[in-house]
């Protein structure tokens, strides 16, 4: 069996050393003028320490560069994937068809990981990008285990799935919160998502609360609950999904490290045969669920819901 890749959300350079003793294998990381919803903020001088260590481990480091660019942020693209280029990161993350323009006058030769968030959802989509240059599909997040493994079944590119944390549900570009309050004679300040985790958007008719910050890209709303399927990994693994993404947005560094270590565990164990991780995989998710906030219930996303055409 080829172990998928088990890929994490670094909050900061330090924390990209905890994650490479907990197991992960590859890194997101970024900014926001380029990135979308990071779980840290990494200028391009952390960008080249925090790729030095990873490389050092063994591992991979990817850069977000998925933000939707308009005009007046489109000349900035090439010049700082020349940046990364020189730094060496083993791939950029982009969704906005600007960056395949880019790249091609950046002259750099950086594979592209394909994440339009919910509009991946089949194998031709995959394929199409492949022959653009991206060698990876994020796929979109409301897709089913049936649905995901069909589109692994039938393309021959690279495919990646989220199997813990929160979703985004909703973007605008708009600075919502700030209208808001600017509507109702308050002063407020754009909210960081590295200063503020408990920004919610209530919902009285669900009695859910959904998480919800304000940056550079606009106003960003979250799923009231965090996806875990540490105990339902086994036809991915059979499927041979190459990668698994732990989101650590708006999480804490010690929550990533222990999620990351429950699920190298898992990874490891299935390698070894189903049985091991069968055996395991009760107790992780009740590692899990010891130490997950009690405002963020866990569960299986859009994996096991019925798809309705």
């Given at each position: 069996m080829k172990k998928p890749e088990l890929l994490v959300t670094p909050q900061s350079v330090e924390h990209v050393e905890a994650l490479i003793q907990a197991g992960a294998d590859a890194?997101?990381?970024?900014?926001?003028?380029f990135g979308l919803r990071l779980a840290g903020e990494f200028s391009i001088e952390q960008v080249a320490a925090a790729t030095e260590k990873i490389h050092?481990?063994?591992?991979?480091?990817?850069?977000?560069?998925?933000?939707?660019?308009?005009?007046?942020?489109?000349d900035a693209l090439a010049p700082y994937m020349r940046k990364l280029a020189e730094i060496g990161v083993d791939a950029i993350v982009f969704g906005d068809p600007a960056m395949i323009i880019a790249r091609r006058e950046a002259e750099v030769t950086i594979p592209l990981h394909w994440s339009p968030e919910t509009i991946a959802t089949n194998w031709f989509q995959a394929d199409y990008w492949g022959k653009r240059g991206a060698t990876r599909t994020v796929l979109?997040?409301?897709?089913?285990?049936?649905?995901?493994?069909?589109?692994?079944?039938?393309?021959?590119?690279?495919?990646e799935v989220q199997v813990h944390g929160m979703t985004c549900m909703f973007q605008s570009k708009r600075s919502l919160l700030g209208n808001y309050f600017l509507y109702q004679d308050k002063a407020m300040e754009?909210?960081?998502?590295?200063?503020?985790?408990?920004?919610?958007?209530h919902d009285?008719?669900?009695?859910?609360?959904?998480?919800?910050?304000?940056?550079?890209?606009?106003?960003?709303?979250?799923?009231?609950?965090?996806?875990?399927?540490?105990?339902?990994?086994?036809?991915?693994?059979?499927?041979?999904?190459?990668?698994?993404?732990?989101?650590?947005?708006?999480?804490?560094?010690?929550?990533?490290?222990?999620?990351?270590?429950?699920?190298?565990?898992?990874?490891?164990?299935?390698?070894?045969?189903?049985?091991?991780?069968?055996?395991?995989?009760?107790?992780?998710?009740?590692?899990i669920e010891e130490i997950q906030p009690a405002i963020r219930p866990l569960d299986t996303g859009f994996y096991f819901k019925e798809t309705v055409y």
């Amino acid at each position: 069996m080829k172990k998928p890749e088990l890929l994490v959300t670094p909050q900061s350079v330090e924390h990209v050393e905890a994650l490479i003793q907990a197991g992960a294998d590859a890194f997101l990381i970024g900014e926001q003028q380029f990135g979308l919803r990071l779980a840290g903020e990494f200028s391009i001088e952390q960008v080249a320490a925090a790729t030095e260590k990873i490389h050092a481990a063994g591992k991979k480091v990817y850069v977000a560069m998925n933000a939707i660019f308009h005009n007046d942020r489109v000349d900035a693209l090439a010049p700082y994937m020349r940046k990364l280029a020189e730094i060496g990161v083993d791939a950029i993350v982009f969704g906005d068809p600007a960056m395949i323009i880019a790249r091609r006058e950046a002259e750099v030769t950086i594979p592209l990981h394909w994440s339009p968030e919910t509009i991946a959802t089949n194998w031709f989509q995959a394929d199409y990008w492949g022959k653009r240059g991206a060698t990876r599909t994020v796929l979109a997040r409301e897709l089913s285990m049936d649905e995901v493994i069909e589109i692994k079944e039938n393309t021959k590119f690279e495919i990646e799935v989220q199997v813990h944390g929160m979703t985004c549900m909703f973007q605008s570009k708009r600075s919502l919160l700030g209208n808001y309050f600017l509507y109702q004679d308050k002063a407020m300040e754009v909210e960081n998502r590295k200063e503020n985790r408990n920004m919610f958007l209530h919902d009285d008719e669900r009695n859910n609360k959904y998480p919800i910050y304000e940056d550079l890209n606009g106003t960003h709303i979250f799923s009231p609950n965090d996806l875990c399927i540490i105990d339902e990994l086994d036809e991915l693994f059979e499927a041979g999904i190459d990668s698994f993404k732990i989101e650590g947005v708006l999480q804490s560094p010690e929550y990533v490290v222990t999620v990351t270590k429950c699920y190298r565990k898992a990874i490891d164990a299935y390698a070894e045969s189903a049985d091991s991780y069968f055996d395991i995989k009760n107790d992780l998710l009740a590692k899990i669920e010891e130490i997950q906030p009690a405002i963020r219930p866990l569960d299986t996303g859009f994996y096991f819901k019925e798809t309705v055409y």
